[in-house]
């Protein structure tokens, strides 16, 4: 049976340009620090969309008379502006945990001077900022961008998206597959800073989403494959297939946008309203012969309380799309944590590394993936300031009982990382951990993908080599004093 298409566009947005929607659904894709040894040689004008973990944020800051100083944006116009506080909102990121504000009153007297920011500096702080403020409004203006065809095919409704990249196909409803192809829009533009392409494939990364994890295992069965992990990358196809139990939780999510849907009608008719409100009362005084003093005094009465309450829409409003935000990751988290890991495959064989005339070794395919899987993604902003806490715990456990020898990780083959029953699921995770723990200090000890090292070490004349010697030449030292200095480091991370 032939399928029915038809476009789908948010809200009564029936024509979103391209360019129009690229620019939404990149919103926040710009990195909010200058991330030096993840830079790779890019203009500083051009800020990136990762932040590693020795980045540092231009502040400004207050330095107390006891000698503490703290560090953000002072929003008191100047020191010599009236009142007893000085308020100053400061930029938190705990490593591997979500972004927060704090704004900290700073008594005057307290103060011993204060270090401001340019104009150009304080202006990106102040932009930072805002775009946290208002994320939630700021993704729903992404997700509303989004254009989808939806198509029958058989019992089942598929939702499609397009664009240069990937194309995606997904089984979940519709507020959920914009969400997926906002995420995966992020994803892809950091994977793109961090490792810029270096060739274009014939065709786009094909991504389809399963509502549900029997369908998504239907799927493989088709592939006579046999895998636990919640995605999976399908080279020969150039596909990325991945499960969800989204659908069991449909009702959940359909409540909350059913939410935002009455509060934006409500806020929408609010602001469509008060101009019609203010001259019928206007009006009305006016007949009644009331000065036009007083008339004005009560308008602008009138227009304060309305103000009041649709800031007060507009707050639960934000509320709502959080909470809508937050349930969605909570459903999705562990399923987007693997489609990074496959994504980041897909990104090294299809645009950097391809096989045939370069040569990832396994481990450091692995590792990579494993490295940005972890990270989090934060208003458009890829963070990997922080360890991967599941493998970081069980790797230093493993290095004090002796560990894997990184000659054995150097060699290893594909079985060696394959879980193919439950005996070998132990024997998997620690190459896994060992890989990811090796890739982890290359990139933040090493900076080998600043300085040209991880090129050289790719390049397929020096695949046929020893795997030991091969190494050797990336990290400038023999495996037997590397070794030592890899394990200490990763025993001392926290």
Request: with cysteine; hydrophobic share 40%.
């Amino acid at each position: 049976m032939p399928s029915k298409a038809k476009h789908l566009d948010s809200a009564d947005t029936h024509e979103v340009p391209r360019r129009a929607r690229d620019d939404a659904l990149k919103v926040g894709l710009v990195g909010l620090f200058a991330c030096a040894a993840l830079l790779l040689g890019q203009a500083a004008a051009q800020l990136p969309a990762v932040v590693q973990p020795t980045a540092a944020a231009p502040s400004e800051s207050v330095k107390l008379v006891d000698g503490r100083e703290f560090f953000g944006l002072i929003e008191t116009a100047s020191e010599a502006a009236p009142g007893a506080w000085l308020y100053l909102t400061e930029i938190h990121r705990p490593p591997g945990r979500p972004m927060f504000l704090l704004v900290r009153p700073i008594a005057r007297d307290s103060i011993a001077g204060t270090t401001r920011l340019d104009a150009t500096g304080r202006a990106t702080l102040e932009e930072t900022i805002r775009r946290f403020r208002n994320r939630a409004r700021i993704e729903a203006a992404a997700l509303a961008a989004v254009r989808l065809t939806e198509r029958a095919e058989g019992d089942a409704t598929v939702y499609y998206f397009e664009s240069d990249g990937f194309t995606l196909a997904s089984t979940t409803d519709e507020p959920t597959t914009r969400r997926l192809v906002v995420r995966t829009e992020q994803l892809f533009a950091a994977y793109r800073q961090v490792l810029p392409p270096r060739t274009e494939p014939a065709r786009p990364l094909e991504i389809r989403v399963f509502g549900s994890m029997e369908e998504y295992q239907d799927y493989l069965g088709e592939h006579r494959l046999s895998v636990a992990n919640p995605a999976v990358y399908l080279r020969e196809e150039r596909a990325i297939a991945a499960g969800t139990p989204l659908r069991q939780y449909a009702a959940e999510l359909a409540k909350i946008d059913a939410s935002h849907e009455q509060l934006a009608a409500e806020l929408a008719q609010l602001e469509g309203q008060l101009s019609d409100r203010l001259k019928q009362i206007g009006d009305q005084l006016r007949r009644q012969g009331t000065h036009r003093t007083q008339i004005a005094a009560i308008l602008f009465r009138e227009k304060q309380r309305a103000m009041r309450e649709i800031d007060g829409l507009r707050g639960r409003l934000d509320q709502v799309d959080r909470e809508n935000a937050e349930t969605f990751d909570r459903l999705t988290r562990t399923m987007f944590r693997r489609l990074a890991h496959e994504a980041l495959h897909a990104h090294l064989e299809t645009r950097v590394y391809p096989p045939g005339r370069r040569d990832v070794p396994l481990w450091l395919s692995e590792g990579l993936a494993m490295v940005f899987e972890a990270g989090l993604l934060e208003d458009g902003l890829l963070r990997l300031d922080g360890p991967n806490t599941d493998v970081l715990a069980p790797l230093q456990e493993d290095l004090r009982a002796g560990g894997l020898p990184l000659a054995r990780l150097l060699a290893a083959d594909p079985k060696d990382f394959l879980v193919g029953d439950e005996g070998r699921v132990e024997a998997s995770n620690r190459f896994y951990q060992h890989a990811w723990g090796l890739a982890y200090y290359l990139l933040f000890n090493e900076d080998v993908l600043a300085n040209g090292a991880l090129d050289r070490y790719v390049a397929s004349a020096e695949a046929a080599g020893d795997p030991i010697r091969r190494f050797e030449t990336l990290v400038g030292a023999p495996l037997d004093q590397f070794e030592p200095k890899w394990r200490a480091w990763i025993g001392g991370l926290p």
